[in-house]
């Protein structure tokens, strides 16, 4: 009986080593998919640190002078138009003051609830009192004031810009190159009034 060993030998010719690989080129419509899928991943990674980086200024940035003082909307539309009906002319738009927007809107709710269209108050208070009593420094002061009672509110800045630029003093202080600075203040009686006060200085 004979036995033979489990062991073959490799025939001759033969040489040990590593199968050889091909490769076949990725077909088009896989190529496509991985991009879409990496451009989609790079506009999330982007959007993401867009979010952060908003978040981030909202908490760190210090707030605007507007923020600070609370602007309305309406405050903020007359603010508008009246920088606009100077760029329009060639001057450069009033820069705005929060301190200034507190003494307008005072003077507007003060004019609200003691039933007055004026720039002095009954008890004698002008314009340039009010300023110089909150501590600022001028050396030059106006104010634009106005009234009315329609109901629509959304209309009211329009409506105090039409009707200051149909009165030469009103206007010339809108468009005096010397005033650089300004704050409105909007206040609403319980009439339905409502006051709208703009306040000037260089």
């Given amino acids: 009986m004979s036995t033979r060993s489990a062991t073959r030998r490799r025939p001759s010719g033969t040489r040990n080593g590593p199968a050889k690989v091909i490769r076949m080129p990725t077909p088009t419509v896989v190529r496509r998919r991985r991009a879409i899928k990496t451009g989609i ?11 952060i980086a908003r978040l981030y200024l909202m908490h760190t940035a210090p ?10 909307d309406q405050e903020t539309e007359v603010l508008g138009l009246v920088n606009r009906q100077r760029t329009r002319i060639g001057l450069p738009p ?7 927007a507190v003494i307008a809107r ?27 009593g909150a501590g600022i420094a001028f050396r030059a002061v106006g104010e634009n004031i106005y009234a009315d009672d329609d109901a629509d509110s959304a209309d009211l800045p329009q409506r105090a810009m039409e009707g200051w630029l149909k009165s030469p003093d009103h206007l010339a202080n809108i468009v005096s190159s010397k005033f650089t600075e300004t704050g409105v203040g909007v206040a609403e009686s319980a009439d339905g009034r409502t006051y709208v006060t703009q306040d000037f200085v260089h």
């Fill in 41 to 51: 991943g790079l506009l999330v990674l982007s959007l993401l640190a867009t979010i």
């Fill in 63 to 72: 707030p605007s002078p507007e923020k600070v003082s609370g602007l309305t």
């Fill in 94 to 100: 009033l820069k705005f003051s929060a301190r200034l």
């Fill in 106 to 132: 005072g003077h507007s709710y003060d004019m609200a609830m003691r039933h007055y269209l004026a720039h002095n108050s009954p008890d004698g208070v002008a314009p340039a009192d009010r300023i110089s």
